[in-house]
């Protein structure tokens, strides 16, 4: 049963601490979102990429967060400093680009944090 | 700018009535959409698609219609089931974009009572 994993599951911190969000995407998925879930927003795009390569981070602070992959089994997600506005839940997706309209973006489970 | 919305925040049906679920959207290139349903503690999962160049998609119980003059979709549950309450997010894919970018909406929060 191939899914997406999501590390942590929760994350409870202090503002102005580092946090780094880890996803380990379907194997052989080759595109890789960032979502954000926010009450006003719904599902709020934050960053993707295709084939390892940023394609758009314009939905990102850029200011205080990145997001990489380093390899094609690990993408991050990386908020320095963090800030109490940054409380929500963070998904990662994955899915497989090819022919419009031919895939879905399976979610994991997503990463609850907490900025105190 | 949200593209896609969902101006219903949440809905209760009583269980085996219909449940109906709006989704408009503002950007004409979107070509393709779907809905996903999200339980809580739990990432959102695939539901239902249409392609544009439907008007109407049938899986079981869910039926999701597409009026594209109007920029306009919406999702059939019937009969509800108490298991269908949850969050049901609408979301758009623009023409050409072989991304899958999906742009989502705010998600309606379903409740359907026994």
């Known amino acids: 049963d191939a899914r997406v994993t999501q590390t942590p599951r929760h994350k409870v911190t202090e503002m102005g601490q580092e946090v780094t969000m880890r996803c380990q995407p379907i194997?052989?998925?080759?595109?890789v979102f960032w979502y954000r879930q926010t009450m006003m927003q719904g599902l709020e795009l934050l960053a993707y990429f295709r084939n390892r390569a940023p394609l758009d981070d314009s939905g990102m602070p850029k200011d205080r967060f990145s997001a990489e992959m380093p390899d094609a089994t690990l993408a991050t997600l990386k908020i320095q400093p963090s800030e109490p506005r940054d409380s929500a839940v963070y998904f990662c997706a994955s899915g497989l680009a090819g022919t419009v309209g031919a895939n879905v973006l399976t979610f994991g489970a997503g990463s609850r944090l907490t900025v105190l | 700018d949200q593209q896609v919305k969902q101006n219903s925040p949440s809905l209760s049906v009583q269980e085996g009535r219909i449940s109906i679920l709006n989704c408009d959207y503002t950007n004409s290139m979107f070509d393709y959409f779907l809905w996903y349903k999200k339980y809580p503690a739990e990432g959102p999962t695939f539901l239902i698609s249409i392609s544009s160049i439907k008007d109407k998609n049938e899986d079981g119980r869910f039926t999701v219609f597409l009026n594209k003059s109007a920029k306009h979709l919406s999702l059939h549950i019937v009969p509800s089931q108490p298991g269908d309450s949850a969050v049901y997010f609408c979301a758009g894919h623009p023409l050409a974009n072989t991304g899958n970018q999906f742009y989502f909406g705010t998600g309606t929060s379903l409740t359907v009572i026994p």
């Open positions: 194997l052989g998925h080759n595109t």
